[in-house]
């Protein structure tokens, strides 16, 4: 199993931006799939972002896509989400996942996660 900690969230204003990084430890993260959520206080928790395991194919939200891009660094044991152009309503906890089978939209895809970051847009 991999382990997880996400770092980068805080409070900005609507239109600016923020870059989550996720440090990866104890397996080979290359081996892993990766995606981004996020839940609300009262909601559900919602997919993001994703990206395979060598970075070469990448899928977004409906609600974010145009405005965040996940990457990753396998050689760094690290992957990314940058965050533009941020609306009220991206305001939520974010958590990075990691699972060998990944590549989902779905968190039960995924059997690693890190214990979340605050990310807070005021308008």
């Known amino acids: 199993q991999v382990q997880l900690v996400e770092s980068g969230g805080g409070l900005v204003q609507a239109g600016g931006s923020l870059r989550l990084s996720c440090a990866a430890s104890?397996?080979?993260?290359?081996?892993?799939?990766m995606g981004w959520f996020r839940q609300a206080p009262g909601k559900e928790r919602e997919f993001v972002a994703l990206?395979?395991?060598?970075?070469?194919?990448?899928y977004y939200a409906d609600s974010v896509k145009g405005r965040f891009t996940i990457s990753r660094d396998n050689a760094k044991n690290t992957g990314n989400l940058q965050m533009n152009s941020l609306k009220p309503e991206d305001t939520a906890v974010y958590y990075c996942?990691?699972?060998?089978?990944?590549?989902?939209?779905?968190?039960?895809?995924?059997?690693?996660w890190g214990q979340g970051t605050q990310v807070a847009v005021s308008s």
């Open positions: 996942a990691a699972g060998p089978l990944g590549y989902s939209v779905y968190p039960g895809s995924y059997n690693s």
């Open positions: 104890g397996r080979t993260f290359s081996n892993y799939a």
């Open positions: 990206i395979n395991r060598s970075g070469g194919s990448t």
